[in-house]
């Protein structure tokens, strides 16, 4: 079976803002790093007029991660949280640095933090779902999911999580059954396609080809599920 835990780390990292620090061509690199200077620049100058502000600070920390410079953004976020202790956006920056700087176990920790003041988020339990998959630890994982689905009871992430959680624990037969349960509420639901795919794949039935196909339908741009 593949193993998806690099993926979900990759997914759960790579966000878009992060993700624009990659940009290619030499012209419009040299745009974007003058376009970036000067949002720094701005952000000194905001910050310096109005130093009690943590919210400008989670601003720049989310600058100095496009930048990969993650010990600059982790200073300016833990500023943030000095600053204001319950500002749930400087802790899901800071669970974020965690991750990209290759430490799950801190990022659950940040995470933990929020849901000191903010119980009941269905995004952060799923956000927890998601990391202790990484560092597999598939008891909390199957924890986090349910406290998901106590909030949110048609969160097909979730059902494709606990699926991924029961496949690891050897226990194919659920593991069906939550990813077939995303697929229902989430007709798009490219991963839970995919693994019900592999899963059928593997015990030589016809029917994987049918979820390939129904993956690509998905996700038109994945070789993956094209060539499977």
């Known amino acids: 079976m593949r193993n998806f835990f690099l993926l979900i780390l990759l997914a759960i990292a790579l966000s878009p803002a992060f993700l624009a620090c990659n940009q290619s061509g030499s012209a419009d690199k040299q745009a974007a790093n003058d376009s970036i200077s000067e949002e720094l620049a701005a952000l000194n100058t905001a910050i310096s007029n109005d130093p009690g502000n943590a919210e400008l600070y989670t601003q720049r920390s989310e600058y100095y991660v ?9 200073s300016d976020i833990n500023k943030a949280i000095e600053l204001d202790p319950k500002l ?12 990209l700087m290759g430490k799950p176990q801190e990022s659950l920790d940040a995470l933990n933090q929020v849901l000191k003041f903010d119980d009941y988020n269905a995004d952060f339990y799923l956000k927890k779902a998601k990391l202790y998959l990484v560092i597999k630890d598939y008891e909390n994982c199957a924890i986090s999911v349910e406290k998901t689905l106590e909030i949110d009871p048609e969160r097909a992430d979730a059902y494709f999580l606990k699926g991924m959680a029961l496949m690891e624990n050897d226990k194919m037969d659920f593991a069906i059954q939550s990813f077939q349960r995303a697929v229902t509420i989430d007709q798009a639901h490219f991963d ?7 899963i059928w794949e593997s ?17 038109p741009r994945s070789t993956e599920a094209l060539y499977n």
């Open 88 to 99: 749930v956006k400087a802790y899901t920056g800071l669970s974020g640095i965690y991750l």
């Open 192 to 198: 839970a396609r995919m693994q019900l795919g592999y």
């Open 203 to 219: 015990r030589y039935q016809k029917m994987s080809i049918e979820y390939f196909k129904s993956a690509v339908k998905a996700n």
């Open 66 to 74: 496009r930048r990969e410079l993650f010990n600059n953004a982790l």
